[in-house]
């Protein structure tokens, strides 16, 4: 089954970022499935899209690519993923990454499938 990856990025990144996947510690690493994220809109969400080294802003998640999500849109994030929470194990683990990003002002990367 598909599955959205969240992880936290404690730095701001920058036009060489590199944000592929081995750079993060897996076990840090919330995977989601696509069933779960699909039901959900983010349109509300200021997003960065990461596409061949160019940050291009939008809102919402990409399905098949990078988003960076920036600490001033983790509040909105937080409220969304925290409304669709149906005591999910795997939901409630994203909202304890959102939690931790947010307390510090880090950002988070969403993998998509």
Request: hydrophobic letters at 35%; a positive charge; proline letters at 4%.
């Amino acid at each position: 089954m598909p599955c959205h990856e969240f992880a936290i990025y404690k730095k701001k990144p920058n036009y060489f970022t590199n944000f592929s996947k081995m750079y993060l510690k897996q076990k840090d690493m919330v995977k989601v499935s696509d069933e779960f994220i699909d039901e959900i809109s983010f349109y509300k969400v200021e997003t960065y899209f990461h596409y061949y080294r160019k940050k291009c802003k939008e809102n919402g998640l990409a399905l098949l690519g990078i988003t960076i999500i920036p600490p001033e849109s983790l509040e909105e994030f937080f409220k969304i993923i925290k409304s669709h929470n149906k005591n999910n194990k795997v939901m409630n683990e994203l909202i304890k990454l959102t939690e931790e990003a947010l307390e510090n002002n880090w950002y988070i990367i969403h993998y998509g499938i």
